[in-house]
Structures are given as structure tokens and as C-alpha cells.
């Protein structure tokens, strides 16, 4: 397996505008996460899912943020608007249950 | 809620000797604990897992302790390299409750200097 694949690796946009990040998981893991990373704030935990159902979304910071997870190797996270302050690296993580985690590389979002 | 909390925070050493990373949790009722490595710019690379029946794991220079009961982990990395220079994050998952989200530390920055 390739690992955990996301897409795009950069992203540069402007306020206001969505953007999408997306992810695809292991194949046969059935946990998601979804990670902010910042300077401020380390590895912040904004969603999972398990098998394709969302379980806690607490850590979505605001309305703006979103995800789907339409089928078991396909997950999106949106930001609608975007704003400054969004600017991170967003990870996608995946387990097979309560096993070692694997994560993506990360797409590092920049909001001018 | 759990709390998991890595010293130092930096670490710079020279090349050849042999280090220790800490990290502490609060809520000893683990499932296991995972540690990572991140070079900068790049996503986290698991390095090794401990379930919380085993006591420490190893893999080439990398040895990593779990003693559950004082809740700490340590990760000792032999004869460090430059190529050892990176972030160094531990991970614990709770033993119950329905929640298998894993609760990060902030990692230790190593850097090893020729």
C-alpha cells in the first residue's frame, strides 16, 4: 500500500475563497482522523470517522469547516470561507482500530 | 482528560552520544503509546508501538520504555546521528471509554551536530 495519500501538498489561497483538502486512507483501515498543526497549538484533532461515519467532530474550530467521507477510501475537508487564520498543515491520519496510526504528508495551507 | 506532556522541549546534542526523550501522561488507563518522528516540512512517521501490556519495544538504535503505572514512556536513541535530527512526538490511545482518538504530546525538536 502507498500510505496515506493527500492532495494537494501546498495550497495558497485567498481569503474568503473554499478550499478542499483531500484524503485516501489505507486500504482496510477503518479509522480516520483529520489534524490541524500549528506552531501555537501542536497537533489539534478536528474530526474522525469510523467506517465512513463521523463520531466526534468537537474539534472543528468553527461552522466554516466541514468533512465528508462519502466511502471507505475518500475523505474531504472543506473550509468555507477561508481565512488567515486557518493557515496550517492539515493531516490525515488512518488506524485499523486502536493500531498504530499511519499519516499522510500533509497539505500546507496558506490563507493571504 | 488526558495530558500528555514531552521533555525538553529542544535538544541539541553532539554526534555519538546516547540521549533520552520523555514523555509523561496523566491517565494511566492506556491502550497503547506510539511514538513519531517528523522532519521538517514532512508528516509523521511511526517509529514504534507499545501496547500497554508490554513494558518497551525496539527497533535498531530506538528503544522505547512504557511504564504504565507512573504513566511515562521513554525513548532512547543510541549513538545519535545528524540523520537522527527531527521532532519526536508520543501518542497515547485510551484503554476504554469508546474513544480511540490518540492524544499527542508537543513533541521534542532533536538536533544532533556533527
Known amino acids: 500500500d502507498a500510505g496515506v495519500i493527500q492532495s494537494p501538498r501546498h495550497e495558497v489561497t485567498e481569503m474568503g475563497q473554499e478550499v478542499t483538502l483531500r484524503c485516501k486512507p489505507i486500504?482496510?483501515?477503518?479509522?480516520l482522523f483529520w489534524y490541524r498543526q500549528t506552531m501555537m497549538r501542536g497537533l489539534e484533532l478536528l474530526i474522525y470517522f469510523n467506517n465512513n461515519v463521523p463520531i466526534d467532530d468537537s474539534g472543528m474550530p468553527e461552522d466554516r469547516f466541514s468533512a465528508k467521507m462519502p466511502n471507505a477510501s475518500f475523505s474531504t475537508l472543506k473550509i468555507q470561507p477561508s481565512e488567515p487564520r486557518d493557515s496550517a498543515v492539515y493531516f490525515c491520519a488512518s488506524s485499523l482500530s486502536r493500531s498504530e496510526a499511519f499519516f499522510g504528508q500533509g497539505t500546507r495551507l496558506t490563507v493571504v | 482528560k488526558q495530558e500528555v506532556t514531552q521533555i525538553p522541549a529542544a535538544l541539541s546534542v553532539p554526534e555519538g552520544e546516547n540521549l533520552v526523550l520523555n514523555c509523561s501522561f496523566t491517565d494511566s488507563a492506556i491502550y497503547n503509546l506510539q511514538w513519531f518522528r517528523q522532519d521538517p516540512g514532512k508528516g509523521l512517521t511511526s517509529l514504534l508501538l507499545i501496547q500497554s501490556s508490554q513494558r518497551e519495544q525496539t527497533s535498531g538504535r530506538l528503544n522505547a520504555s512504557l511504564d504504565k503505572s507512573s504513566g511515562r514512556s521513554t525513548l532512547y536513541i543510541a549513538a545519535s546521528q545528524p540523520g537522527d535530527s527531527a521532532t519526536y512526538l508520543c501518542a497515547v490511545r485510551p484503554a476504554s471509554g469508546g474513544s480511540y482518538i490518540p492524544t499527542f504530546g508537543r513533541g521534542t525538536s532533536l538536533i544532533v551536530h556533527p
Open positions: 486500504s482496510g483501515h477503518d479509522y
